[in-house]
């Protein structure tokens, strides 16, 4: 849930400095609205000072703020017509708080009978320094709370909003072609959502149906070909058989029979090398390479004493992987053959199985195709015209299907390699 997780992170990112800012605006604005208040009750508190130094004159002689929240100061009239009212804060000992507390000082001033007055009234406050560590106290708490609420937002909401999309996903991981396996696809009343269970249902039958197409289209124009020219081949045999001929007829039709057995290896290879990249070998077990190796190796003997040559197995580790055996034995095949046709007579082919490796060596001549060709279709290893230029593409094409690594190096003889990897258990 990568999506989910990353709204969690963006999103509580980008509330921290709203919520700041939000705070700091709703700081000052209250701060406002505080001195405000205290300075309508400031207003409303000369007012009753006023009406009460009407009904008693002897408040006017109140001066000491260490007594009364007001004072009355005599002033001349010029005193008085210049006067402003204003307002200032400033700090006051408390003797509640046994300590200096932050007030509001009003100052105004009072005509009563004949005589001009400055009027000080002072009030208590809210203490700046308590209001900020409460207003952090609420910002952190409300944070807490709205990430909270976005953490049980995604899990529960947008978790369920969300679920057909990786449904969809995770069918998408397990689809595989070769298996003409279906996309199951849940409903959703999510529009994006259900365009993109529309597009993906007929892009993986689209492609399915192409994937059927091509692997019928080769099969049939495979056994279409193999049918003529197994009938070619028969009645050309039986034509050399039945009728006399010179040696350049002989030698002509020796010639179109040896090009039509190559043509008959080469569509059993393609067809080989198309079933492999379909991934049409899905039985896969469990095989023991050296077993293997041995087994193959058995078969050629008769082709070993043709051409006195010998193979020495030689192995430090046992190699087991999981893959088809069929493709398996294909694999090995191919880099054994080629070791024994291509490699120069009375001498020893050499197997190794180590680790993590198998590899064969034989002594040849050096041939000057480079490395990266030898494993691409029709560059042939030799000129023989028996060689379809297939058996180290086919090799490279199982080697990629079970990630296995395939290459080859020349240093006084040349040595091909299988590099195993994840397949190893």
């Known amino acids: 849930m990568k999506l989910l997780n990353y709204t969690t992170k963006y999103v509580s990112l980008l509330l921290l400095p709203l919520i700041t800012i939000w705070a700091i605006a709703f700081y000052y604005a209250m701060l406002d609205e505080i001195y405000d208040s205290l300075d309508d009750g400031l207003e409303n508190h000369k007012i009753l000072l006023t009406k009460r130094a009407n009904e008693d004159p002897s408040i006017l002689n109140n001066t000491d703020l260490n007594k009364h929240v007001y004072t009355f100061n005599p002033i001349s009239e010029n005193e008085y017509r210049d006067f402003k009212d204003s307002y200032r804060d400033t700090l006051m000992y408390m003797y509640n708080e046994d300590d200096f507390e932050p007030v509001r000082i009003f100052e105004s001033k009072l005509k009563h009978d004949h005589g001009f007055y400055k009027v000080k009234i002072v009030t208590s406050m ?21 990430l909270i609420s976005i953490l049980l937002l995604n899990n529960i909401l947008l978790r369920k909003i969300w679920k057909p999309f990786y449904y969809s996903i995770s069918q998408l991981k397990n689809f595989k072609i070769e298996k003409e396996s279906k996309i199951i696809t849940k409903p959703s009343s999510i529009d994006e959502f259900q365009l993109l269970n529309d597009t993906i249902t007929k892009l993986i039958k689209k492609s399915s149906d192409s994937y059927i197409e091509q692997k019928h289209f080769i099969e049939n124009a495979s056994h279409e070909l193999q049918t003529p020219l197994a009938i070619s081949i028969n009645k050309l045999e039986l034509f050399l058989e039945n009728h006399p001929l010179n040696e350049n007829q002989t030698k002509s039709l020796a010639s179109i029979l040896d090009n039509l057995n190559r043509l008959t290896r080469l569509n059993k290879s393609l067809l080989l090398l198309s079933k492999i990249e379909n991934k049409e070998f899905l039985e896969e077990e469990c095989i023991d390479f050296l077993s293997l190796t041995k087994k193959i190796t058995e ?4 082709l070993l004493l043709h051409r006195n040559m010998s193979i020495s197995i030689d192995h430090n580790s046992m190699i087991n992987a999981n893959m088809n055996k069929d493709l398996a034995i294909i694999l090995l095949t191919n880099f054994i053959k080629n070791a024994i046709i ?19 060596c034989n002594i040849g001549k050096p041939k000057t195709l480079n490395k990266e060709d030898l494993f691409t279709r029709f560059k042939k290893v030799s000129y023989s015209n028996k060689s379809s230029g297939l058996g180290l593409a086919i090799n490279k094409a199982i080697a990629s299907k079970y990630n296995l690594e395939v290459s080859y190096s020349f240093k006084d003889a040349h040595t091909f390699y299988i590099h195993f990897h994840q397949t190893l258990i």
């Open 299 to 302: 078969d050629f003997e008769d």
């Open 342 to 360: 291509h490699g120069s007579p009375n001498q020893q082919i050499n197997i190794q199985l180590h680790h993590n490796s198998w590899s064969i």
């Open 126 to 146: 809210i203490e700046e320094d308590d209001l900020i560590s409460d207003m952090f106290k609420y910002l952190i708490s409300l944070y807490a709370l709205l």
